[in-house]
């Protein structure tokens, strides 16, 4: 059974960062590029960060400069670390495993986590 187990999410104060972690069991990811998401309350869930199986990475553009997304393939796990943290960055995060397809796209990828709560105060 595949899983992907998001965590690190939590309440922060604007400026400040986190460091969510996406942890795989059930098969291997490590030729998949994975990626990031988030959902605001009310809103579509959208792209925030991808990465490829050879470390290659691209961002949505209102996280350039802030967030990072980074992986461990001996671990099976997908990081995103999050910093100057803004009001606007909160939402329920989710990893994915990528399929096909453009990486900016939710039908792209085929698991995904059940999310994790970040919020962000001013």
């Known amino acids: 059974q595949v899983q992907l187990v998001e965590s690190g999410g939590g309440l922060v104060q604007a400026g400040g960062s986190l460091r969510l972690s996406c942890a795989a069991s059930g098969r291997t990811f490590s030729n998949n590029a994975m990626g990031w998401f988030r959902q605001a309350s009310g809103k579509e869930r959208e792209f925030v960060a991808a990465i490829n199986w050879i470390g290659g990475t691209v961002y949505t553009d209102s996280v350039k400069g802030r967030f990072t997304i980074s992986r461990d393939n001996a671990k099976n796990t997908v990081y995103l670390q999050m910093n100057s943290l803004k009001p606007e960055d909160t939402a329920v995060y989710y990893c994915?495993?990528?399929?096909?397809?453009?990486?900016?796209?939710?039908?792209?990828?085929?698991?995904w986590g059940q999310g994790t709560q970040v919020t962000v105060s001013s």
């Open positions: 994915a495993a990528h399929y096909s397809g453009s990486f900016a796209y939710t039908s792209s990828y085929r698991y």
